[in-house]
Nanobody, 113 residues
Framework: QVQFVESGGGLVEPGGSLTLSCEAS?????????ADWYRQTPGAERRWVAS???????SKTNSVKGRFTIFRDESKKTMYLQMNSLKPEDTGVYYC??????WGQGTQVTVSS
């Protein structure tokens, strides 16, 4: 099993930027599998945001395409989510996960003026 620790959230105005990080507890378990970012808002289920695979390919949900970039640093066993042109609807708690991890504490992103 592997655990992730998410960080980098905060309060930002619409149009602003944030970069989220999540560091894995186990490098081999991180490097061997796809890793995903999810977002959860109060009263709603976690929704998938983006994925980064070990071969370097990525996928993103339509609402963040052109604004968010997902990437991995294998040497640091860390995945990132660079978020630009943030909108209020991007607000939520962001989590990262792979097929063998449990849910962590997440990091809160609030987009508000």
């Amino acid at each position: 099993q592997v655990q992730f620790v998410e960080s980098g959230g905060g309060l930002v105005e619409p149009g602003g930027s944030l970069t989220l990080s999540c560091e894995a507890s186990d490098g081999d378990m991180f490097r061997s599998y796809v890793a995903d970012w999810y977002r959860q808002t109060p009263g709603a289920e976690r929704r998938w945001v983006a994925s980064a695979r070990k071969d370097g390919t990525t996928s993103k949900t339509n609402s963040v395409k052109g604004r968010f970039t997902i990437f991995r640093d294998e040497s640091k066993k860390t995945m990132y989510l660079q978020m630009n042109s943030l909108k209020p609807e991007d607000t939520g708690v962001y989590y990262c996960k792979n097929p063998f991890s449990t849910w962590g504490q997440g990091t809160q992103v609030t987009v508000s003026s």
